[in-house]
């Protein structure tokens, strides 16, 4: 089997359910949607169409879950988009206050799918946001005092730096906020729960099945290697991987690296040591770190967003001294597990959900800025709704607003992204 055959090696990987071959597409087909991109994002949009009543077909380049749906933190985490005031004057005050409330809405849409088709993914409850600066718990006071105004029903603790051992088994931290209706998951077996969901209501799933070119139209023909589909609708679910199939979209999406390391399992002292209630914690810096615990009681330490479209040469090495500034109790601890991959970052960080002005029976999803495992799950909600008819001005909150594109091109997009996160880096410091 070829690398390209298989998922990136990962724990996840490593601990997956079984993961099913679904065939290659050959010859022609038909649908009602053609859904490009097997990750969350993808699956879940096909899932929400075929509860509808729509015959869908999903085509996935590699395996189902390839991408970040399939490797990223597993946190489950409330909210969708940063700044969201900042689109007051596109969708007005209350629009903003309905995309506030549907950030809260996606993560009941994951816990529901989670408990409707009893997929097992180590669903856990309870999250920390850590303040790294006093201006920082200022911050999560005033998110406490908005999510309490939106009606939000999971419980909500403010931490002072006396408290933070509950939590953490770090000293690096003044403060946090506790948030129960967040959480942490095994991402992989979530997608690979989803899409054996997806099958079960007839959705036909392809793996191996590039799509190298799309014929545009009242009725779309995308091309694979091997086959075709013909359908009325078609939705583009690539997000940081959808390169140039279609470079109007992919030109709105910067794809940017995020790694991970997992160490050995850890004993039960360890693991009760460093996180003392099992929680998904992430701290506040532009230059995030995010971990948790696995099942199996490995630290899985994340963060180091890479802009400039190079990965580290050495993963673990490149991560380790970070896991070590939060635990140096850990410096004996052996990492088993090394991995990245590519998350998609629009520039105003709101997920880019719509529709191709040029053609409107063509429906995108992408840009989750590395907070996708709930807003994808949104956004398959939101783009069903709009192709049944239903609902469509949720979906046309998001449409409304503008998305630019990242000058420079492919090229030189990513080095002058990372030069504005440098800038933002400094100012954090200072």
Not at 73 to 96: E, K, W
Not at 210 to 226: F, M, N
Not at 259 to 274: G, V
Request: proline share 4%; glycine share 12%.
């Amino acid at each position: 089997m070829t690398a390209s055959a298989r998922h990136t090696t990962s724990y996840y990987a490593a601990s997956s359910l079984p993961q099913p071959d679904y065939p290659v597409l050959t010859g022609e087909v038909m649908a009602d949607v053609c859904v490009v991109g097997g990750g969350f994002s993808g699956l879940n949009t096909a899932l929400e169409l075929a509860e509808r009543g729509f015959s869908v077909v999903l085509l996935e380049a590699r395996k189902i879950g390839w991408g970040a749906s399939g490797r990223n933190g597993g946190q489950l985490i409330r909210g969708v988009g940063h700044g969201l005031d900042q689109f007051a004057n596109v969708i007005g005050t209350d629009g903003v206050r309905q995309m506030k409330l549907m950030g809260l809405e996606a993560v009941e849409i994951v816990r529901q799918r989670v408990d409707r088709s009893q997929i097992a993914c180590d669903l856990t409850w309870g999250y920390c946001d850590l303040a790294n600066k006093p201006r920082d718990l200022e911050g999560l006071t005033a998110d406490a005092e908005e999510l309490r105004s939106l009606g939000y029903r999971h419980e909500l603790r403010l931490l002072e730096a006396s408290d933070m051992r509950s939590v953490i088994g770090s000293d690096r931290y003044v403060g946090g906020m506790i948030d129960m209706g967040s959480g942490h998951l095994h991402p992989l077996n979530l997608a690979l729960g989803e899409a054996a969901a997806a099958q079960q209501l007839g959705v036909k799933l392809f793996e191996h099945s590039e799509v190298l070119r799309i014929d545009y139209g009242p009725e779309v023909k995308v091309h694979t290697a091997q086959g075709s589909v013909r359908a009325k609708t078609l939705v583009l679910g690539c997000n940081a991987y959808l390169n140039d199939l279609n470079p109007h979209l992919s030109g709105k999406v910067l794809p940017a690296g995020s790694y991970i390391i997992a160490t050995e399992p850890l004993s039960e002292a360890q693991a009760a040591d460093l996180l003392p209630q099992n929680m998904a914690v992430c701290d506040q810096r532009v230059t995030v770190d995010y971990f948790r615990l696995s099942a199996d009681r490995r630290l899985l330490f994340g963060g180091a967003c890479h802009y400039s479209g190079r990965d580290p040469k050495d993963i673990g090495a490149y991560m380790r001294p970070k896991m070590l500034q939060v635990f140096p109790q850990l410096a004996d601890a052996k990492i088993d597990y090394q991995w990245g991959g590519m998350i998609g970052i629009g520039a105003n960080r709101l997920p880019q959900i719509g529709r191709l002005a040029d053609q409107p029976n063509v429906y995108f999803a992408q840009a989750y800025a590395g907070h996708g495992l709930n807003a994808t799950h949104l956004a398959g909600k939101l783009l069903a709704e709009a192709i049944s008819g239903q609902q469509a001005g949720r979906f046309d909150l998001f449409a409304k607003v503008p998305h630019i594109t990242f000058p420079g091109g492919k090229h030189l997009r990513s080095p002058l992204l990372a030069l504005g996160m440098l800038w933002h880096r400094l100012k954090e410091l200072i």
